[in-house]
């Protein structure tokens, strides 16, 4: 016979006297219970070694030529002037802004049929496909130079801005074209799916129905194509011998001599190149990180 003895719980055993206690753990401080020094300390540092170049090109751009002020004052325009009309900075400015919308637009439309294609249809040489896109990442640039000049030499395209077009449009795809098919493979094919139903086409289903879904992924591409081809100094270097064909790296290239740089026509260039950059930015900064970021994973 089982009695309520025999099932009660055996005590637990006493401890030994001379057994330490154990020690407490320490509870790690949340993030609001940390010092704000140790947040802003850090952060006031990268502070200053970011604001810091800058402010120097300020100062050399604005300040007067052979001034070793540290304030700009009195600020002068100068060096902008300088470099706008007697550099032909104008010029530059201008191919520039052409080589960089044509190339955000050849790029954005591109990588918007090719991701299409690769989020939405299956064949056979598709893994391969992606696995070339993904190994053309490692290529370097300076690369593709020989035969790229090879290539519009024979097509008589040297000292030509399309040239730069083509290249840097080639150059920007691959990246392009896996963000563009990641972020519509995000996109239910249900919805083309009840469109088709509703009497509609391929095409005009996905004008309809998806296109609008992807403006942030579609902004992240083309701002990207654009920065970059905004920035990219080999291409234009290599494929443009005419003065009046160069873009703004190019033209600011030439400020430095092997002899003596002007500081503040080349501080006043580069304000000049940065300022379309940072506008963009400014106004695209909450598509651009939604429409990397959605590209980036399929949900």
Same mark, same amino acid.
């Given at each position: 016979?089982?009695?309520?003895?025999?099932?009660?719980?055996?005590?637990?055993?006493?401890?030994?006297?001379?057994?330490?206690?154990?020690?407490?753990?320490?509870?790690? +401080?949340?993030?609001?219970?940390?010092?704000?020094?140790?947040?802003?300390?850090? @952060?006031?540092?990268?502070?200053?070694?970011? @604001?810091?170049?800058?402010?120097?090109?300020?100062?050399?751009?604005?300040? +007067?030529?052979? /001034?070793?002020?540290?304030?700009?004052?009195?600020?002068?325009?100068?060096?902008?002037?300088?470099?706008?009309?007697?550099?032909?900075?104008?010029?530059?400015?201008?191919?520039?802004?052409?080589? =960089?919308?044509?190339?955000?637009?050849?790029?954005?439309?591109?990588?918007?049929?090719? =991701?299409?294609?690769?989020?939405?249809?299956?064949?056979?040489?598709?893994?391969?496909?992606?696995?070339?896109?993904?190994?053309?990442?490692?290529?370097?640039?300076?690369?593709?130079?020989?035969?790229?000049?090879?290539?519009?030499?024979?097509?008589?395209?040297?000292?030509?801005?399309?040239?730069?077009?083509?290249?840097?449009?080639?150059?920007?795809?691959?990246?392009?074209?896996?963000?563009?098919?990641?972020?519509?493979?995000?996109?239910?094919? /249900?919805?083309?799916?009840?469109?088709?139903?509703? =009497?509609?086409?391929?095409?005009?289903?996905?004008?309809?129905?998806? @296109?609008?879904?992807?403006?942030? =992924?579609?902004?992240?591409?083309?701002?990207?194509?654009?920065?970059?081809?905004?920035?990219?100094?080999?291409?234009?270097?290599?494929?443009?011998?005419?003065? /009046?064909?160069?873009?703004?790296?190019?033209?600011?290239? /030439? @400020?430095?001599?092997?002899?003596?740089?002007?500081?503040?026509?080349?501080?006043?260039?580069?304000?000049?190149?940065?300022?379309?950059?940072?506008?963009?930015?400014?106004?695209?900064?909450?598509?651009?990180?939604?429409?990397?970021?959605?590209?980036?994973?399929?949900?």
């Amino acid at each position: 016979m089982i009695t309520k003895e025999a099932i009660a719980p055996a005590p637990a055993p006493a401890r030994a006297d001379h057994e330490p206690p154990r020690p407490a753990r320490k509870r790690r +401080p949340a993030w609001d219970e940390v010092p704000r020094w140790q947040i802003y300390l850090p @952060l006031g540092i990268y502070l200053v070694f970011t @604001l810091v170049p800058f402010y120097w090109i300020l100062l050399f751009a604005l300040r +007067p030529a052979g /001034s070793t002020s540290l304030v700009p004052w009195p600020m002068t325009s100068e060096h902008f002037e300088k470099v706008w009309t007697d550099r032909s900075f104008g010029t530059f400015f201008q191919n520039s802004v052409y080589v =960089g919308v044509a190339t955000l637009v050849m790029t954005t439309l591109v990588a918007l049929a090719g =991701g299409y294609a690769l989020a939405r249809f299956d064949f056979k040489v598709k893994r391969v496909f992606m696995l070339g896109l993904l190994c053309s990442q490692f290529v370097p640039g300076a690369l593709l130079l020989v035969p790229l000049f090879e290539i519009f030499a024979e097509l008589q395209m040297i000292n030509s801005l399309g040239s730069v077009i083509i290249a840097e449009t080639v150059f920007q795809l691959p990246l392009s074209i896996i963000l563009i098919s990641n972020f519509i493979k995000n996109v239910p094919y /249900s919805l083309e799916e009840a469109a088709w139903v509703d =009497g509609c086409g391929r095409f005009r289903a996905f004008r309809i129905v998806v @296109l609008p879904l992807l403006r942030p =992924g579609l902004i992240a591409v083309g701002s990207f194509a654009f920065v970059h081809s905004w920035n990219h100094f080999l291409f234009a270097l290599m494929f443009l011998n005419n003065q /009046s064909k160069q873009t703004i790296p190019v033209g600011l290239n /030439s @400020l430095m001599s092997a002899d003596s740089v002007d500081l503040g026509a080349l501080a006043a260039g580069g304000i000049i190149a940065a300022v379309p950059v940072v506008i963009v930015f400014a106004f695209i900064q909450k598509w651009l990180i939604t429409g990397f970021s959605a590209g980036a994973v399929k949900g």
